[in-house]
């Protein structure tokens, strides 16, 4: 599958999460989007964004990722702020992006070695069990399961939070494990190429580009530990979603009823909402 090509052009990573064949039909295109942060959109991003009638933007960073990365927001678009990372202890890369980026020393002490990898594989079972995270994706599943679209979902860089946000969505709707982790790893080949001067800023300060790889691209082994995480605490994807998010049996139909149609054609909008932000965390 080949991702929808959307007009924005500071955006990177950006693409709809639809278009995925699946047993009885289709996955809905224009339904919900992914993307980074919207901090570096341009005037001509936002205006895409509007022209494709975003409705909802689930936020999924941290108070203090928002607060030093403002979104520049469509119009006529609600915001939904879910912090799935608010009980971890220690703020993980995640969370610390920026840090992590700006000081090559900050990365090489607290990722080097391996470490890397071992951080990010805990940080994906966190997205499953952790107590923000669990409010946080079910807010995220219950507003798309009640019509919500279109929608866009983000973190910072578009790739860890959000990235299990949709592969754990294409999963329960029946798309292909194979074709989940190949959409999964799209962004390495969308989201890498773009940062070619953070590379260079990271590199010529003294920092090893294959560090920043580990920090900025995704792996199958990460991926792996969030869904080791499902099947050991619930078996399937179903019952995660249905008793381990809390949305019951008919919380999973209505996602299914809303995102999977048997009309490839088909291309779903909705009207926008009133522009406003809601920490919603229940």
């Not at 500071?10 to 989007?33: C, E, K, M, S």
């Not at 900050?106 to 409010?135: C, M, N, Q, W």
């Not at 792996?219 to 994807?237: C, I, K, N, P, Q």
């Amino acid at each position: 599958m080949t991702p929808r090509s959307d007009p924005v052009t500071a955006i990177p990573n950006f693409r709809d999460v639809g278009g995925h064949t699946v047993a009885d039909g289709v996955v809905r295109t224009g339904v919900l989007y992914r993307s980074v942060d919207l901090s570096r959109a341009t005037v001509e991003d936002v205006h895409a964004l509007e022209e494709l009638g975003i409705a909802t933007i689930f936020d999924l960073r941290t108070e203090s990722e928002r607060d030093a990365a403002p979104d520049r927001l469509p119009a006529h678009s609600r915001v939904v702020d879910l912090d799935v990372l608010r009980d971890k202890k220690v703020r993980d890369v995640p969370a610390q992006m920026q840090r992590v980026l700006s000081d090559p020393s900050i990365a090489r002490d607290t990722l080097g070695a391996g470490r890397a990898y071992a951080y990010f594989r805990e940080s994906y079972r966190d997205f499953v069990v952790l107590p923000s995270a669990v409010e946080s994706y079910r807010s995220f599943y219950g507003d798309l399961a009640s019509g919500t679209a279109p929608a866009l979902v983000h973190c910072t860089t578009g790739k860890d939070r959000t990235g299990w946000a949709a592969a754990a969505l294409l999963a329960l709707l029946g798309v292909s494990r194979d074709e989940v982790y190949r959409d999964y790893l799209l962004t390495n080949e969308l989201l890498l190429p773009a940062l070619g001067s953070v590379f260079e800023r990271f590199t010529s300060s003294g920092g090893d580009p294959e560090l920043l790889r580990a920090v900025l691209g995704v792996r199958s082994e990460y991926l792996d530990a969030a869904f080791d995480a499902v099947t050991t605490r619930f078996g399937d994807v179903e019952t995660y979603f249905a008793e381990g998010l809390g949305l019951g049996a008919a919380g999973v139909e209505a996602l299914r009823a809303r995102f999977v149609t048997d009309d490839a054609s088909e291309n779903t909008t909705s009207p926008a909402a009133t522009p406003t932000r809601s920490a919603n965390q229940s």
